[in-house]
């Protein structure tokens, strides 16, 4: 299983190709650089079978619909943050970007304990409120994908609509008390452990 990590958009946001099986992958997370992805996956011969998405924030989800159409695939969001999909003032699009919005077309909904399955991918949704309301983490195997609620030593923003500081200092606890290590690839920036954030992260080493 290997992962690719793609940065897109004036945000520099992480997109992480999970490959799997043979020339098959899931994107995660997929803001502004369709054009970008699309390249990639024709120059590794990728085929992409679904796009999970840690919640709803533009920056995360402005690409998704032109590779959704392009590749006929599912979108899977939590139940919370489905109307950012559709609405470029609540996923802050007006404020983030001068670039207009495209609107997702067709999703699925996913809640806490779900777990998807792709050939022999299998992830499981953590709800992890506070960024946003629907805020998830993906589980595969040790991988943890973290969208903006846990980066390297830090934490995603509260103060935004829909953000809560208390959700936040909850999911950091949940995340505090998973047992085993993970590779944590976050929204931004570069990559983690969560052994490391639980000794070296702020808010995690209080929980």
């Not at 805020?135 to 953000?163: A, K, M």
Request: proline share 5%; net charge negative.
């Amino acid at each position: 299983m290997q992962v690719t990590k793609l940065v897109l958009g004036e945000l520099c946001t992480n997109c992480y190709m999970l490959e799997y099986n043979e020339n098959h992958c899931v994107l995660v997370d997929l803001g502004d650089g369709a054009p970008v992805v699309m390249r990639h996956l024709a120059q590794k011969h990728m085929t992409p079978t679904a796009i999970l998405l840690t919640h709803g924030h533009y920056d995360h989800i402005a690409g998704v619909e032109s590779i959704r159409k392009t590749y006929d695939l599912p979108v899977y969001l939590h139940t919370q943050d489905a109307p950012m999909l559709t609405d470029s003032r609540v996923n802050l699009g007006d404020w983030l970007s001068n670039q207009p919005f495209q609107p997702v077309q067709a999703w699925e909904t996913v809640e806490d304990g779900d777990t998807l399955s792709f050939g022999s991918l299998h992830m499981t949704v953590l709800h992890t409120p506070g960024h946003t309301p629907g805020s998830v983490c993906y589980q595969c195997e040790d991988l943890l994908f973290t969208g903006d609620t846990l980066f390297r030593l830090s934490r995603g923003r509260t103060d935004f609509l829909g953000g809560n500081d208390l959700q936040m200092i909850a999911s950091f606890r949940r995340l505090a008390n998973l047992s085993g290590d993970y590779r944590v690839l976050p929204g931004h920036n570069e990559e983690t452990t969560l052994s490391f954030e639980k000794v070296h992260n702020p808010l995690m080493r209080g929980c």
